[in-house]
């Protein structure tokens, strides 16, 4: 477009993020091509309604925390306003899921009951001050992948630990299962005070066959 004599005045950039042992520089950036909802098929050019991104402009790579962001340019500013309202709309479920996780989720009959009382005076709409669960217990833990270059997949199992001994950046460990291809996928845990936690990206596995356990790459909490 740049080189072009009817250049578009009107584009919108969209942030892709992965691991940074996925793409590592600028170089395997610009030579990636990412698929949007490719969500059933055998392969993207089978799925409808699958949106193809090609024109990447610059990638931020951050290797020691295996964390990687893509920044792709589009013309299709249709697209762009879809992601912006499917964003916010996540956004706002993430909240009222936190809020209702402590009693639909745990199992602990002290961490129910704690909330039970509060959780009964709230409408359906009304909202009560966040709460996270305690340090040590499992916690909920949902991947989204398309393990092996297949569509959309959604495994969920729990948090058995973490690592925060980096100022402001955590690392988890959970036994959420997940295949090759999996890698840079979005791990999603409550945590935090504002709704789920969604800055850290699959990044491996470790342990036996028996007890796999993976990993997280390192993100901040939100």
Known sequence: CMNSPTQKTEFARIDIRTAAHVVYDGHEGARTTCHLFYDKGQSPEKCEGVVKLTDNEYVIIDADNDSCSMIYTTHDLELAEKLEKMTILCRHL????????????????????????????????????????????????????????????????????????????????????????????????????WGWSCDHAHSGGDGTEEKQLNFSSSGVIF
Do not use: M
């Open 94 to 193: 993430a909240d009222r899921l936190t809020h209702k996780y402590p009693s639909a989720i745990s199992g602990n009959p002290r961490f129910n009951s704690r909330n039970s009382d509060a959780n009964s005076e709230q409408s359906k709409d009304t909202l009560s001050p966040c709460q996270s669960a305690p340090d040590g217990w499992d916690k909920l833990t949902i991947i989204v992948s398309h393990p092996h270059g297949c569509s959309k997949q959604v495994s969920v199992g729990c948090c058995t630990g973490k690592d925060d001994k980096q100022a402001y950046l955590t690392k988890y460990i959970y036994n959420t299962p997940t295949c090759p291809g999996s890698s840079g996928s979005p791990v999603l845990l409550l945590e935090g005070v």
